[in-house]
Every structure is written in C-alpha cells, then in structure tokens.
C-alpha cells in the first residue's frame, strides 16, 4: 500500500495522502448463465480484486490511471462530459460509474484524481469489470461523502455494463462483488433479488482457479447471442404460459412445453438455463448437507450442460474440465463465468494439489500448445473502504 501511496503521489505530482478502497473478484460455484434468465446463480468474492486510491480534486477534471495500463497514461475527462469514448478504453468503466451516480441524483459536484490497481488477470472470467465498476462506486461515496443503497450501487454497475458498455449481462457480478461476505457464497434469485448467504466449509478441499489464458475475441457479441436466444425461447414460451423468465419454469414444464420452442438450438438454451437452475438449488442443499461429492457432481454436469447445450466452453475450458475430472482428489470441476475462454474451477483435496497443478499443467500444454496460470484464492468480503493497517 505504501508503495501505491507513492505511485499515486508520483503520477498525480502530489503529497497529498489518498483514501483506499477495494473490490474483490468473484467466482461462480453454480449457476451459470442463468442470471439474465431471472434464475439462481451461487457466487462468491475472492480476495483477488481491485485496489483504488483517490482523492477528490477542487475542478471538475476526473484522471484516471492503472497500473495495469500505463500505456494509456492519465485518461482525463471532465464532469460535464463523460460519454463513452472508445479511445478511453478502460477508463470507460469508472466514467460510466461517475455518470449514472450523478444521473441518479447523487451529486459529484467536483472531479478527482484516481488510481487503479488490479491483482485479477482481465478478461479471464473472474469479474474484472464488475470490480472495477464497484471499486470506483465505493471509492465516490467514500470521496463524495455519499451514501447510496448498496443494492442501488450494484444496478447502477449492471447499468453501465448493459447500457454504456453494451454487454447484456445479468446481475451476478456486480452482486457477488458488492454484497461478499468472507468464507461465504451468495444463494442469489435473480429475478428477485432475494438472497442468503451460506457458509462454504470445504474441509480438506480448496478451490483451484485455473485460467486457460486463451484469448478471448468477440466475447460481447456471443455472450449477447445467448442472450438473444433465451429471450427468444422465453418469447415462445409465452405464447401458452404466463412466465416472465425462463428462471420459473421447472424441469417437469420445460420438459412438458420445450415443443413452444421452434427452433432447436433456442431449445437446447433454455434446457440448460432450467436444468442449471434446478442444479443450483440442489447444490445448496448439498452443502448444506456437507455432501462435498454431491456438491463436486452437480459442477461437473454443469460443465456438461455448458458444453452441449449452451455451448459456452471451448477446447480449452473442456481439457480443463475433462483433465481435471480424473485426477486424484478433486470432487468437481466447471468453467465459472461466461465461458469461451477465461477460467475453471475445480475443488481439489489439499494433499493432492501439487499433483493436481502438475498434471494438469502437462495435459493442458500437451493438447492445446501453451500454459493455463493458477490461483488459490480465498473467499474475501465485498467492496470497501479500507485502512492502512487492514492491508494484507
Ligand atoms: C458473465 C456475466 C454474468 C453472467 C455470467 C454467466 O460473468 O457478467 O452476468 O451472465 O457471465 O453466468
């Protein structure tokens, strides 16, 4: 911390101290592509995530650096002005953030200078995006004395994703990243915001996060192609049923009315958004019941469901998945996120990690010509301010 203290002091020319503030990754136990379907998804925070330091500033000028960026130099932009600009790259996200606060009333009045840093790879899955959107929102409350409903400061993150970047995404993300709670997932209904949080004892287990490092092109438009899909299988649907979500049907209606859905890959979508919902609910209560293998079974069907049906996965996430599922000691393993690259989890017996990396690591250099990187994170709270003293 003392040395992003100084990177800021150095990059914004100031000796002025700045305030700190953090927002976790995430990962999704279950759940997945359900969350835009008015489903169940089961989320939980990492401690991997975004720092950012800022301090507000007597004109309206916002700067913007990452360290994770530096070729973007200081993105300045000014309050009367914050539409998406392409040549801002990632700065778009915080701009985003910094327009709809004020658009719902919060008054900013003034810019600031802020500094990013991300210990998250971008782009891998684990909500790099939703941390940086909520570790700008804790950070204006925090510099603008405001106090906006944590609830409200997620939407306003899922509304600069679907309106000002152009992702239709759900809300998943920002939830899991604003509303995490140490050792804990998040049960969350996305359709009504209800959610309870269960405690994640895994035992002996922990949760290997291993990133395909696989490119990820044209991620947008495939994501908002699924998208289009449920919302056409849902559309069918409603010629018979009065549903709102795809998230209400039971296996037992979709099975009896999937014949609604006249064409065969919409169909295959829906299978999966009802099936995954009926697994997320199911994986709960396994935990609930410690039954960790259970629990490792519903993740691997998942992957399945996400692999034939949804086709969201990819060589790369299925070597992972296939590979990992026969090693020694792992319960369960699942792409986590939208798919088409990005990262996998797997639940993995302590003593048989090291074998795990070590197997895994060949097989995947083997089949698909370069490296996958891992993580063991833990589950961390949620967006927050923090202290000096708290940084680990
Ligand atoms: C991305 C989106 C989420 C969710 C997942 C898939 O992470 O941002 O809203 O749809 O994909 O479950």
């Known amino acids: 911390m003392t040395n992003l203290t100084q990177e800021f002091q150095s990059i914004f020319h100031t000796t002025a101290s700045p305030q700190y503030f953090f927002a976790p990754g995430r990962i999704n136990l279950i759940g997945e592509h359900t969350d835009y379907n008015g489903g169940y998804v089961f989320p939980a925070s990492i401690s991997f995530g975004t720092y950012a330091l800022g301090r507000k500033r007597s004109d309206r000028t916002f700067r913007f650096y990452s360290l994770n960026a530096p070729e973007s130099g200081i993105v300045e932009c000014d309050l009367n002005n914050l539409s998406y600009q392409t040549v801002h790259g990632w700065a778009n996200y ?10 719902e009333g919060y008054p ?42 944590r609830l409200q400061l997620i939407q306003i993150g899922q509304k600069v994703e679907n309106k000002y970047m152009g992702l239709n995404s759900g809300i998943m993300d920002q939830f899991a990243v604003g509303m995490g709670k140490e050792n804990h997932a998040i049960l969350l209904n996305c359709q009504t915001l209800v959610y309870d949080y269960a405690p994640l004892e895994l035992q002996d287990y922990e949760i290997v996060i291993i990133n395909t490092n696989k490119q990820r092109s044209l991620t947008t438009s495939k994501y908002n192609e699924r998208f289009q899909q449920c919302q056409q299988a849902l559309a069918d649907f409603q010629k018979e049923l009065s549903i709102h979500s795809l998230g209400e049907l039971s296996i037992e209606q979709f099975e009896k009315w999937k014949h609604l859905i006249t064409d065969p890959t919409n169909q295959k979508r829906a299978k999966h958004v009802v099936y995954e919902n009926a697994r997320t609910l199911e994986a709960l209560e396994e935990l609930r019941n410690n039954d960790l293998k259970a629990f490792g079974q519903l ?7 996400l692999q034939s049906d949804y086709e969201v996965t990819g060589i790369e996430l299925d070597t992972i998945a296939e590979t990992a599922w026969q090693q020694e000691g792992v319960l369960g393993a699942r792409m986590t996120g939208a798919g088409f690259g990005g990262c996998a989890i797997a639940i993995v017996h302590q003593d048989a990690v090291t074998a795990f990396k070590k197997n895994l690591k060949k097989k995947y250099q083997d089949n698909i010509g370069y490296e996958p990187t891992f993580y063991t994170a833990s589950i961390a ?12």
């Open 108 to 149: 900013i009045g003034f810019g600031a200078d802020i500094l990013f840093y991300g210990n998250i790879p971008n782009g891998a899955g684990l909500s790099s995006s939703a941390s940086l959107e909520l570790v700008t929102g804790v950070l204006l409350e925090g510099i603008f004395d405001l106090k906006i409903d």
């Open 299 to 305: 993740m691997n069907a998942s992957h399945l469901s």
């Open 381 to 392: 709270d949620g967006a927050k301010e923090i202290t000096e003293g708290a940084i680990k």
């Open 94 to 103: 915080p701009k985003g953030m910094i327009q709809y606060i004020e658009q």
